[in-house]
């Protein structure tokens, strides 16, 4: 029963403090949004950096599996 009364003495309140609240949600979802794209950007040059130096170094190991098959034959 305390809280049916509460609710009816401070429903009004509640529902401004609510509704503000839920208008300034977007803008603090725009900055955080805005904050993830630069992180990701930062990761995605990471990552191709990263994807770069995995395919030197295959390629080195496959140029050496080569030529040992080179040498092998001859």
């Known amino acids: 029963m305390k809280l ?10 509640l529902a ?3 509704s503000v609240a839920l208008m300034s949600a ?3 979802a725009e900055g955080i949004l805005d904050t993830v794209k630069q992180e990701i950007t930062g ?3 990471e990552i191709i950096s ?3 130096i995995v395919v030197g170094i295959s390629i080195a190991f496959a140029v050496i599996r080569i030529g040992k ?4 034959s001859v």
Do not use: D
């Open 43 to 45: 990761y995605k040059a």
């Open 4 to 13: 049916m009364n509460t609710c009816r003495k401070y429903g009004k309140k």
């Open 69 to 72: 098959r080179a040498a092998n």
């Open 50 to 52: 990263l994807g770069t």
């Open 16 to 18: 401004v403090v609510s």
């Open 26 to 28: 977007p803008v603090m």
